[in-house]
């Protein structure tokens, strides 16, 4: 991996959460989506974390390819169901 990864793991009435240590992100993507980001799937309960590899505009809706950063796993989710775990900027400054 390109960068260390510290993972917090909180439950929270019975869904589990997982958020990297270190970063300050947080919350809705629809608008500042950008490759390389970490975010979860807001349907998942935010179980699993993704980079962001690729972004495409279908129909006028964001939708982005995602690969599991733990699970080897590979995904396309709405950036609607996206919620920014940590941004590309931050990885890239804490390296």
Do not use: W
């Not at 909180?10 to 869904?15: D, E, I, K, Q, W």
């Not at 959460?17 to 935010?46: F, H, M, Q, T, W």
């Amino acid at each position: 991996m390109p960068f260390p990864i510290h993972f917090t793991y909180n439950v929270t009435g019975g869904v589990g959460r997982v958020r990297l240590a270190g970063c300050s992100s947080g919350g809705d993507c629809v608008n500042g989506l950008e490759i390389g980001d970490i975010v979860a799937r807001k349907s998942y309960g935010c179980d699993v974390c993704f980079k962001v590899v690729d972004i495409d505009d279908k129909d006028a809706k964001k939708i982005a390819t995602l690969k599991g950063i733990i699970y080897r796993l590979e995904a396309d989710a709405p950036a609607s169901d996206l919620e920014i775990q940590c941004k590309s900027s931050e990885i890239s400054k804490n390296t």
